[in-house]
């Protein structure tokens, strides 16, 4: 027969006996309560009991303070042949049920009791402690269930960069416990130059943890550093969900693990920041950071050490806030602005001053009234909801951009990033030689986005050349001149003995240009179907890819750590080697700006450029697997060519040019000649 949880009154006198029969049962645990005492909490509405058909078999006794937002539990009690059934749990959601409107519940327990599992199962975190009145002053436990309200803290955004939530092993040596090299790695956490950057914070496991520390003025000591970080409050039924993801996970993954209580406490704090939505955790635990593919994989956690976090915080940051994408393949996509739909737009995209409200839908209804060919874009995310807007038109050579709003998104920066991009691609396409952007209320993120994109700004907006030349220093300066001088500008000349450094920058500013005569180096890189699908979509997949990828900006490609020539900066060529069954392959699809190659361990890479790439930890370990260590390939503003280049013809190409060829097997160097005929043919007008 099913538990039934129901209040009791006073008048109820015989379920009310029979709940003070049971707490007599359990004195020398809950103490010595009169009856009086039961029925004033009954007729107070503070009584909750659990029925087995007609017997009592539980109850929880709990006062509703008036100057506070609490509930005191007075008693939790279940009859000892029926516990382990969930009646406990039953009591505790009617009661969160009946009192959702209270901040939380508060119960006092005695820590000799050793009940802490049953408090923590029930969702209860430890949050003090204090003497009993007793004559041995035995020591109590304060407990706390958060019922979900938010305080006026949990409501005020961080400031900081980046929000790290900390373990146990973290926190101790930040309170000065363990060994010298413990306290000293958790602390350089507080150094003064990452005030502005880093935000660190706990979960309600930590508080667990602190509990169990035996000497008391240790545990005080501890818990007194707790208001020095910020808290995290996760909904305790999806830390729940969470947990058993991760357990499950690691079960079939690790099946030689045990799962026991520290392996729980372990996970716990991954799913806590998940549930939380930090994607940071420090730890010092080597046991954690073993499970850090399983926290990542799961959760989206990144379980780091604290010096990770202190080497890496920009790409840390760069993962919790730049997440790389673009439309071709995600989810993203893109539709024309129908008449009459602006003033619908107004609530998503943030206007300031004379542009606000009415005047921002009056201003994009109004394109077109000049007689001008006005394209009005928006862009949605999966779910439907409007995070970009643009409005373009041809004006003789120029491609003027008159809107160009991004709004407040997770994606917001990478949004901006890319628009410019695709922008740049458009104006290419319909055979512009400058981009310019008129729109004189520019959000922050798309302002920030074109002075890093080598837009420059006059009277009439913000101004980027587009040179779609391959060739010398001297024919891309002429090019750019002319371009330049129609815009009213002037632009610097480039010699062939310029820099690899100052030809890298002259290329991203007057994208698409390729200067050839410098030292500028080229390379080719051999890249399996698989990954190419992964970061370029191609060969296309079915299904759109997730958001965090797709062709973007920056990506990294990694490989073994054996040097065969690369420097940086310098351009790569992607060759899809040879595919599986019904994959194209064999070909060269496009290149890319390489910005750096970095050489080091495979857990060190992935963690600072897991955000840009494809491969998961355990395929970073296998690019290391002859030398224990990988080479990552960070590059960006990739092109895909409208006509693979196929190995056949690649083979054509070098022989006119008097060069051996051989199939890549790994990133090998090209000479400029065989760089620009392979360029061009992919550019080659079908």
């Known amino acids: 027969m099913a538990i039934k949880v129901m209040p009791v009154t006073g008048e109820q006198r015989d379920l009310l006996g029979a709940a003070i029969a049971l707490g007599d049962r359990y004195t020398k645990r809950l103490g010595l309560l009169k009856p009086p005492a039961y029925l004033k909490y009954a007729d107070e509405g503070g009584l909750l009991v659990a029925l087995d058909g007609d017997e009592l078999v539980g109850y929880a006794l709990f006062a509703l303070p008036k100057r506070s937002q609490h509930v005191r539990l007075v008693h939790l009690c279940v009859a000892e042949e029926h516990r382990g059934g969930g009646i406990a749990r039953l009591l505790i959601e009617e009661l969160r049920s009946r009192q959702g409107h209270r901040l939380g519940i508060r119960a006092r327990c005695r820590r000799d009791y050793g009940l802490s599992s049953m408090w923590s199962g029930l969702g209860f975190v430890p949050k003090g402690e204090g003497l009993g009145r007793g004559g041995d002053k035995e020591t109590l436990d304060t407990w706390w269930l958060d019922l979900g309200h938010d305080d006026l803290f949990t409501e005020t955004q961080s400031d900081a960069l980046l929000v790290v939530t900390v373990d146990h092993s973290v926190f101790s040596g930040l309170r000065g416990s363990g060994g010298d090299s413990a306290v000293e790695e958790s602390r350089a956490l507080e150094a003064g130059w990452l005030a502005d950057l880093i935000e660190l914070s706990y979960t309600p496991q930590l508080l667990l943890d602190v509990r169990e520390i035996e000497n008391r003025d240790e545990r005080q000591h501890q818990r007194n550093g707790l208001p020095q970080l910020r808290v995290a409050s996760p909904d305790g039924t999806l830390v729940a969900a969470r947990q058993q993801e991760l357990l499950a996970a690691l079960n079939k993954e690790f099946p030689e693990v045990p799962i026991d209580g520290k392996t729980r406490a372990r996970l716990r704090y991954v799913a806590e920041a998940s549930c939380a939505g930090l994607q940071v955790l420090a730890t010092r635990d080597p046991d954690l950071e073993r499970l850090a593919d399983i926290a990542w994989d799961v959760a989206r956690v990144r379980v780091v050490s604290p010096a990770t976090v202190i080497l890496h915080v920009d790409e840390l940051r760069q993962a919790q806030v730049y997440r790389p994408a673009d439309l071709m393949g995600t989810a993203f996509s893109a539709e024309q602005v129908v008449s009459g739909s602006e003033r619908e737009l107004v609530a998503f995209f943030e206007q300031v ?8 839908a009056e201003r994009l209804r109004d394109l077109g009234s000049d007689g001008a060919l006005w394209h009005k874009e928006l862009i949605r ?32 920066e990478t949004l901006a990033r890319q628009m410019l991009f695709m922008l740049k691609r458009l104006g290419r396409e319909r055979g512009a030689q400058a981009v310019l952007i008129a729109d004189p209320y520019l959000s922050p993120a798309a302002l920030s986005a074109a002075g890093a994109d080598g837009f420059t700004e006059d ?31 002037t632009t610097p000349r480039l010699s062939a003995d310029v820099s690899p450094e100052i030809a890298s920058v002259a290329e991203r500013v007057w994208w698409p240009a390729k200067i050839i005569d410098t030292a500028l180096p080229s390379f080719i890189v051999p890249v399996r179907p698989h990954w190419s699908t992964e970061l370029f979509n191609v060969p296309a997949m079915l299904v759109p890819r997730d958001d965090v990828l797709g062709i973007s900006r920056e990506h990294v490609y990694y490989r073994s ?126």
């Open 459 to 489: 009277e009439n907006g913000f101004t980027a050349l587009i040179v779609d030349l391959c060739g010398s220093a001297e024919a891309i300066s002429d090019a750019a001149g002319l371009i330049a001088a129609r815009t009213g500008r």
């Open 381 to 412: 995310d999966g779910e439907g909801y409007p995070v970009a807007l643009y409005a373009w038109a041809m004006d003789g050579r120029t491609l003027t951009v008159a809107v160009l709003r991004t709004a407040s998104h997770p994606l917001e």
């Open 353 to 360: 001053g004379d542009d606000s409200g009415t005047a921002f």
């Open 561 to 686: 750590a054996g040097h065969r020539g690369e420097s940086v900066p310098g351009r790569v060529l992607w060759y899809v080697s040879a595919g599986a069954a019904g994959q194209q392959g064999k070909m060269v699809i496009g290149c890319s700006r390489l910005d750096e190659v970095v050489i080091g361990a495979p857990d060190t890479l992935h963690s600072r450029f897991e955000h840009l790439g494809v491969y998961g930890r355990g395929e970073v370990r296998k690019a290391a697997e002859s030398t224990g260590r990988a080479m990552a390939l960070r590059f960006s503003d990739t092109e895909i060519f409208p006509v693979p280049v196929t190995r056949s013809r690649l083979i054509t190409l070098a022989e006119g040019l008097g060069v051996a060829w051989v199939t890549p097997m790994s990133l090998s160097r090209l000479s400029s000649e065989l760089f620009q005929a392979v360029y061009e043919e992919g550019h080659r007008k079908t």
